[in-house]
């Protein structure tokens, strides 16, 4: 089975140029949401732009999201002001929830063709204990304006189709994308204003002489004033040039054959997007042909991969059982930068370098905001203007225990899931 996204993506990039040895203002090292953001930006600002990506364009965690355009992180506004401060905090906060409105102004600004929709998203809650994290969410969001709207069980079961939840919290601000059209749509405009764009291009080195960055791909050399490292999850130049230590989670989803339109005739009529509460959270929605996509943490391709396909089948059959037996058609997962408190990281490793990861499982709306002003404050040399302060060096410890940790424990969630539905 194969990703859905790379079979059904609308934007179709031409980037076969080889590529050479030149000097340019700004090299981009990724290809993702943050990296094809970046390249926007700075190719709108009139800087000869070339970002190298070691595969294809939105090859990493980009083109294999959820789709799910989120506003703000995982942790409610008290936790992030508290990690923060009022000031560091507030300024996240507001940035991020508005970072959809960027989303979806560039896709409509630039005719990306990803299947928008902007009905919002629901945060369901999985139990009783959920409900209340839920309750105290809303609450947390009015003492920040935010257009939150709490829904009873009833309500709910409307929205989904299913009974299987307790409430739900709508967010008018969210919505869903193709994620692998936009992040190639991102590439293709960024070409069209003069971004050059190399796949199959691996950094082998990076290195700083005499005030200028040399970026090595084997033998070939790119010279550039300004740096931008943008590979988050997929962050592979070695120890030599590590800008960030942290834990990687996988993100698994299945999705199934388009759906006739009597099944679909109460699945998510307003298309929102949707994950529950649990700690090992799942995922579900539909795309634009009418499939259901469902995802959990956990690999699979790994170890794991038949206890979470399973799951998966399982949990199609709990939230609508009144589907036919409906096989799925598509498999495929991803890896997420999860940092400790969960807060995005930008790294300033050197003169006009910085390096953004963690965004945590939320890539679309703040790699988006992150890319786009790494981008404006490299060029203007003003780095007040990020989203968060920048950190000289950003490492945690026992990264490669808690990876592992993650995938444990989400084959034996699944495991125990499986049985109990």
């Known amino acids: 089975m194969s990703n859905l996204w790379?079979?059904?993506s609308k934007e179709k990039e031409n980037l076969s140029e080889p590529l050479k040895s030149q000097t340019t203002d700004f090299l981009i090292v990724g290809g993702g949401f943050t990296g094809c953001s970046a390249a926007l930006e700075a190719a709108k600002q009139g800087a000869k732009v070339v970002l190298l990506e070691c595969e294809t364009i939105g090859f990493g965690g980009s083109g294999r999201n959820v789709g799910l355009v989120n506003a703000g992180l995982w942790l409610p506004p008290k936790e992030i002001i508290s990690l923060l401060g009022h000031k560091q905090g507030?300024?996240?906060?507001s940035a991020l929830g508005s970072a959809p409105n960027l989303v979806f102004s560039i896709i409509e600004e630039n005719k990306i063709k990803c299947d928008p929709e902007r009905n919002g998203t629901l945060?369901?809650?999985h139990s009783e204990k959920g409900m209340e994290h839920l309750i105290e969410r809303f609450k947390q969001g009015e003492q920040f304006e935010e257009p939150l709207a709490l829904i009873d069980k009833t309500e709910t079961e409307n929205k989904i189709g299913s009974s299987s939840f307790m409430g739900s919290l709508h967010d008018p601000r969210a919505g869903t994308i193709h994620p692998l059209a936009y992040c190639r749509g991102l590439a293709r405009k960024a070409k069209e204003l003069g971004a050059k764009i190399y796949e199959k291009s691996k950094v082998s080195k990076v290195r700083k002489q005499n005030g200028v960055w040399q970026t090595y791909v084997q033998d070939i050399v790119i010279k550039s004033k300004y740096l931008l490292l943008a590979m988050?999850?997929?962050q592979d130049l070695g120890k030599a040039h590590e800008t960030g230590k942290f834990s990687t989670v996988y993100y698994s989803q299945f999705a199934t054959r388009p759906l006739n339109s009597n099944e679909m005739s109460t699945i998510?009529?307003?298309?929102?997007g949707c994950w529950d509460t649990a700690t090992i959270m799942s995922s579900f929605r539909v795309d634009d042909a009418?499939?259901?996509i469902i995802?959990?943490?956990?690999?699979?391709e790994g170890f794991g991969k038949y206890v979470h396909l399973n799951w998966a089948n399982k949990k199609l059959k709990y939230l609508f059982p009144f589907l036919p037996e409906i096989e799925f058609n598509y498999r495929w997962s991803g890896k997420i930068a999860m940092t400790k408190d969960h807060i995005p990281k930008i790294v300033n490793f050197d003169e006009n370098a910085l390096s953004c990861f963690g965004y945590s499982g939320r890539g679309i709306a703040p790699g988006t905001l992150f890319g786009k002003t790494c981008a404006s404050a490299l060029l203007s040399e003003n780095l007040s203007m990020l989203p968060v302060s920048p950190v000289r060096q950003y490492k945690e410890a026992f990264t490669r225990?808690?990876?592992?940790?993650?995938?444990i424990a989400a084959v034996a969630n699944n495991s125990l899931k499986s049985l109990r539905m």
């Open 6 to 8: 790379e079979n059904t």
């Open 268 to 272: 998510l009529p307003g298309k929102e």
């Open 401 to 407: 225990e808690k990876t592992t940790f993650y995938e």
């Open 232 to 234: 988050n999850a997929y």
């Open 295 to 300: 995802g959990t943490m956990g690999n699979s």
């Open 290 to 292: 009418g499939r259901l």
């Open 123 to 125: 945060h369901c809650a």
């Open 90 to 93: 507030e300024k996240l906060i």
